[in-house]
């Protein structure tokens, strides 16, 4: 009788532990460092050209929800409220196509390499490359 309920409260001890070991992806902590996203994070300073001219600001990157994904607020320039999405894959960034504070921007994105980020994308229909860099 003894080792049958040694049985039981071994069992239960085991799926407790089971179902402890388990996370909900969907409620992962963003900031767990490691992931691919973590190079890109932060203040940079970004020197765009649009047909000629350059201009100089700062845009700022978050993590947000998924693995992959970043908020970049002021993109483009657009106001330190406003923010685009990124999405990441190892050292590349992918820009989808998304209107932002009235402006339309489309990929394709850029690369990190030696801290910096070199983007090209169009800004409503202008061809656009950035390169920025930690600030």
């Known amino acids: 009788m003894n080792s049958g309920k040694l049985k039981i409260a071994s069992c239960l001890i085991l799926i407790t532990l089971f179902f402890?070991?388990?996370?909900d992806e969907e409620?992962?902590?963003?900031?767990?460092?490691g992931s691919d996203r973590d190079k890109f994070?932060?203040?940079w300073l970004c020197k765009e050209t649009v047909t000629g001219t350059t201009t100089?600001?700062?845009?700022?990157?978050?993590?947000h929800g998924a693995d992959d994904t970043l908020y970049v607020y002021n993109f483009g320039n657009i106001g330190a409220q406003?923010?685009?999405?990124?999405?990441?894959s190892g050292n590349s960034v992918t820009i989808p196509t998304q209107t932002v504070a009235?402006?339309?921007?489309?990929?394709?994105?850029?690369?990190?390499s030696n801290d910096e980020?070199?983007?090209s994308y169009t800004s409503d229909g202008d061809a656009v490359t950035a390169e920025c860099t930690p600030n």
């Open 27 to 33: 409620t992962a902590d963003p900031n767990i460092p």
């Open 117 to 119: 980020i070199n983007l």
């Open 82 to 88: 406003d923010y685009a999405i990124w999405l990441v």
């Open 41 to 43: 994070t932060g203040d």
């Open 20 to 23: 402890a070991a388990c996370t």
């Open 56 to 63: 100089t600001f700062t845009i700022t990157i978050q993590k």
């Open 102 to 112: 009235q402006i339309d921007f489309v990929g394709p994105g850029g690369t990190y």
